[in-house]
């Protein structure tokens, strides 16, 4: 048996078995493709062009996710819409007050004060639980269909342009009870579709048409005793959106139809002037009598604004060319003052706020919260999509209002107290509430923390 020290002598001499395993690994042969004498280098990464995208989308949906997403959506954009109306509603109506020997921010002051009378409704509202929001629901229609049968009395009716729509209640306040009923009839139909839907009765035809459709006639006959087809066709539409939000067979919606067109039909052969509104239908001259005149200039309005727009208060057509440049044409003159950038982004606004409605609508498996967001939703889109189309000549020119946007006072409080409806719905899911309380713990917090201690 060998010593220890002959065995590493060994080791250590140059001849050794191991030191010629250690030569041979050295002199092992590269693989191919590796570059000789140095370091091999490091193979270049191909840059992915879709990681971007996909990083950007992936953080879209987590942010869509987030429990306070439609909430934050539904209030901020509206917000924002109500801000910038006002400012649009008084560039756009000095003009007017003026050559009514009015003072130039006449109109202004009255969308101010609705604003604060709908702001103070919304915020209220907004805090409501849903309970006490269905509670309201028969006071509501209650009342709107008492107003709006008081506006045909003679004496207390106002008649603006041809229309008998308005309640004199003396001085400069008058009121537009078919606002009113429009928000009324969406809680009050979204209450009775989810009464019956916890009692599973909407399988039968009664229970899912009486007394809804009843009493969206009712409503529609007032209306329409007034002359505002503009506001009955979105009522209907809000009546379709409900039937379809509660499960209502294909059948019923081709039936419904064909007949509201038929009647549709009757009502515009019958008044030679919603007869000349579908003939300017793409209209780009006056025509004969000037009868396409106001969708003419609006387009003109639209045409003249460029990319970034003449500035705020720089409209032309304002200046007694274009009429109702406040209400039915604001975005007309929204146009010819902001441009395609302006108009784009007051688009973006609305989609932002339809999507809050609609996602606060999905998230929730209540029915009367789904019924009344839906319907809620409806409404707003059919009436935006009512008044951007006549104001482009796509649709005839209803006269209604841009909800949020446009001057009129019983309009924006009612859009606004809808806008709370929206926010209390959104609260009332669990995962809304913790947030909202988490983030006004932190915000306190916050607050109160003294700046000496921050590090």
């Not at 859009?415 to 713990?441: F, H, I, M, N, Q």
């Amino acid at each position: 048996m060998r010593n220890s020290q002959s065995v590493r002598a060994e080791k250590r001499a140059p001849g050794t078995q191991g030191a010629q395993a250690a030569r041979g690994r050295r002199q092992a042969p590269e693989p191919a493709g590796r570059p000789r004498g140095g370091r091999a280098r490091r193979a270049r990464r191909v840059p992915d062009p879709t990681a971007l995208p996909r990083r950007a989308l992936a953080r879209l949906r987590r942010a869509w996710d987030r429990p306070l997403t439609g909430y934050y959506l539904v209030a901020g954009s509206a917000a924002l819409i109500a801000c910038l109306g006002l400012v649009m509603v008084f560039s756009s109506s000095q003009i007017q007050a003026l050559r009514s020997g009015l003072p130039p921010t006449y109109y202004l002051r009255r969308q101010i004060m609705a604003a604060v009378i709908g702001a103070a409704l919304a915020v209220p509202a907004a805090r409501m639980s849903v309970k006490t929001h269905r509670w309201l629901a028969y006071p509501l229609l209650a009342g709107s269909v008492l107003l709006m049968a008081l506006v045909q009395v003679p004496g207390l009716g106002r008649t603006v342009n041809g229309n008998t729509n308005w309640l004199d209640l003396g001085g400069p306040f008058v009121l537009q009870p078919s606002e009113f009923a429009k928000v009324a009839f969406v809680v009050w139909g979204a209450d009775l579709l989810a009464r019956k839907q916890q009692h599973k009765l909407l399988g039968q035809w009664k229970h899912l048409l009486v007394p809804l459709v009843p009493g969206a006639l009712l409503l529609l006959g007032l209306m329409m005793l007034g002359g505002d087809m503009g506001t009955a066709v979105i009522l209907c539409a809000v009546l379709f959106g409900l039937l379809w939000l509660a499960g209502a067979p294909l059948r019923l919606f081709g039936a419904a139809l064909t007949g509201t067109a038929l009647l549709a039909t009757v009502l515009i052969m019958s008044a030679p002037h919603r007869v000349t509104r579908f003939a300017c239908l793409g209209a780009s001259d006056p025509g004969p009598n000037d009868q396409c005149w106001q969708v003419v200039h609006g387009l003109y309005a639209l045409s003249t604004g460029g990319l970034f727009g003449n500035g705020i208060g720089a409209s032309v057509e304002k200046w007694g060319q274009l009429p109702e440049p406040h209400t039915d044409f604001i975005f007309a003159v929204t146009g010819e003052e902001l441009g395609l950038f302006g108009t784009l982004s007051v688009l973006a606004l609305f989609a932002a706020l339809f999507a809050g409605g609609l996602r606060i609508a999905t998230r929730r498996n209540d029915p009367f919260v789904r019924l009344a967001t839906g319907g809620i939703v409806t409404w707003l889109a059919v009436q935006t999509f009512i008044n951007l189309g006549g104001v482009l000549g796509l649709v005839p020119v209803a006269g209604v209002p841009l909800p949020l946007f446009s001057y009129g006072g019983s309009s924006l409080i009612a859009t606004l107290y809808a806008v709370g409806l929206l926010l209390a719905a959104a609260r009332s899911e669990p995962a809304v509430r913790t947030a909202l309380e988490g983030r006004k713990r932190r915000v306190r917090s916050a607050l109160l923390r003294r700046p000496g201690r921050r590090r």
